[in-house]
């Protein structure tokens, strides 16, 4: 096993229709706006544009990454990016209805390049786990609210 080396999968049920919750998504500057990990975001925009994003949850340390976009399909329902910096690797929304709203399933596998991570990398893993499951509660919450907001 690769310690270094994360795959994530989450689910949220949201309280909007795709089309709504894709002009939110496909707007990454606005992110820190609502998703209290996500610290900053800059440059971003047309497609195969790129920008840096800088998270930090609830564990002493920012992690720094530059996306590029590689998908932007709004009929699918895909936002995908292609990650470099403190995590190397690729994200993914794909959204489509469910229930009242959207079931927005979120995919992610990168290596941790930071330093200080590498050098925890097994006995730190549980706590990194456990900050990433923080910040996707994060945001799920933020964007939740977003959504129900007039």
């Keep these: 096993m690769d310690w270094c080396r994360y795959r994530f999968l989450s689910r949220w049920d949201l309280p909007a229709p795709p089309d709504a919750v894709f002009a939110v998504l496909e707007r990454a500057e606005d992110y820190p706006r609502w998703w209290p990990q996500v610290r900053s975001v800059t440059g971003s925009g047309t497609s195969?544009?790129?920008?840096?994003?800088?998270?930090?949850?609830?564990?002493?340390?920012?992690?720094?990454?530059?996306?590029?976009?590689?998908?932007?399909d709004r009929a699918a329902g895909v936002l995908e990016i292609a990650m470099s910096g403190d995590l190397d690797g690729w994200a993914r929304w794909t959204l489509r209805p469910g229930g009242a709203g959207t079931i927005a399933r979120y995919e992610q596998e990168v290596e941790v390049r930071k330093p200080l991570m590498r050098g925890l990398a097994v006995p730190g893993r549980p706590l990194f786990l456990l900050n990433h499951a923080w910040m996707m509660r994060g945001g799920r919450r933020g964007l939740t609210a977003l959504l129900r907001s007039p």
């Design 48 to 72: 195969g544009a790129g920008g840096t994003g800088r998270f930090r949850s609830f564990l002493p340390y920012e992690l720094v990454v530059t996306a590029t976009e590689t998908r932007r």
